[in-house]
């Protein structure tokens, strides 16, 4: 039989007119609302953009969904790398290059890192019980709300305490202080809606009792993400405690903390969200003495992409960047306030 000709949709597209984006079966109703509401409607007003950064930055979307976007519209050529999740390295790069970090509200602790706590990566801050790991975890479960026109992600917070260590009284504390900083720093741009509710409203607190809690919170994350768009850091605080109280047979543990880092690390890379974990120190006998390090052991030490050694030193608080592959290895003074975290202010002089 001879071939019926081309309608509708199928019509324009072979005679080389305009391709509305809801037709494309790649593409969720969620996120072509998304890019109708900043104007792209049609396959041309994607490919008019310099590109994936640039199509995130203007519509508004993630960087994996602009990327996925250009891969549908222009037919997807190379279903291999497409099937194995590869990229070019331009792509990793332009990715880096318009990637947004959690202010820990030490400017000093912001520039170690480049900008904050990374958004896709795990972050890792060990210590002695006191110097402050869980008031970090805190101070970025409120910081993440930080909106954008402060330099912030606008996102809220998963808080997954193992200790019972959450204080929503002194998390409320810091909140009233990041609202006044947000106040001054949108004199100009004012929001009514920055408010403490919604900032608490925006911190999901869990408290796991045992390994299995902690494991089976972990495995059900991507599914809490997918269902909570806005949430752009989960805090583990602690994810020792569990793990160095509940077993005898160190085999099983590794494999299961293994797993649970894997698991983390998909969880960051696909969804874009900081994961922040403490990790408490333990004491290692070394031919020469011995030596605080921290817990977990030596294979757990390459899951996280940044670690971070609280230690004191002359009663003061520094923070020093044990591990990173791109920023420079440096050790800076902090402090715990009412306020939270802050740079540790310079000495008076005469």
């Keep these: 039989s001879n071939p019926q000709p081309a309608t509708g949709m199928d019509e324009a597209a072979a005679s080389g007119g305009v391709r509305e984006l809801h037709t494309y079966a ?21 490919l008019r953009m310099q590109g994936i950064t640039a199509l995130a930055q203007e519509a508004g979307v993630t960087f994996e969904e602009a990327r996925l976007v250009f891969q549908v519209v222009r037919g ?10 590869g990229r070019t390295a331009l792509e990793l790069l332009s990715q880096e290059a318009a ?14 890192l480049h900008g904050g706590i990374p958004l896709g990566k795990l972050t890792e801050f060990c210590g002695v019980p006191g110097i402050g790991k869980t008031q970090f975890g805190m101070q ?27 204080s929503s009284e002194r998390v409320a504390e810091m909140a009233r202080h990041l609202i006044t900083f947000v106040q001054t720093c949108q004199q100009t741009q004012p929001q009514n809606d920055f408010l ?47 793990f160095r109280h509940e077993f005898n047979d160190m085999g099983l543990r590794t494999r299961l903390l293994t797993t649970m880092a894997q698991s983390l690390m998909a969880t960051a890379a696909n969804s874009n969200v900081a994961v922040v974990l403490t990790n408490q120190v333990t004491t290692r006998i070394e031919p020469t003495g011995s030596k ?44 715990v306030t009412a306020e939270g975290i802050r740079d540790q202010p310079a000495p008076c002089t005469i």
């Design 196 to 242: 403490l509710e919604n900032i608490m409203n925006g911190i999901y607190v869990y408290r796991v009792h045992d390994y299995i809690q902690q494991l089976a919170l972990v495995h059900i994350l991507p599914t809490f993400l997918v269902e909570h768009p806005l949430v752009r850091l989960v805090v583990l605080d602690s994810v020792t405690f569990h």
């Design 140 to 166: 970025l479960a409120v910081s993440v709300h930080t909106p954008a026109t402060c330099h912030g992600v606008g996102g809220q917070c998963v808080y997954i305490d193992t200790e019972g260590s959450f």
């Design 292 to 335: 605080i390090v921290p817990a977990l052991g030596e294979s757990w030490a390459h899951t996280c992409t940044n670690r971070v050694d609280l230690l004191w030193q002359d009663n003061n608080r520094y923070a020093h960047l044990y591990k990173s592959p791109y920023c420079k290895l440096a050790t800076v003074p902090f402090t």
């Design 99 to 112: 990637r947004v970090g959690i202010s820990t509200m030490s400017p000093a602790i912001d520039q170690m």
């Design 76 to 85: 997807a050529p190379n279903r291999f790398q497409e099937a194995l999740g």
């Design 26 to 46: 790649g593409l969720t109703p969620q996120l072509v609302g998304k890019l109708g509401r900043a104007g792209f409607t049609t396959k041309d007003d994607v």
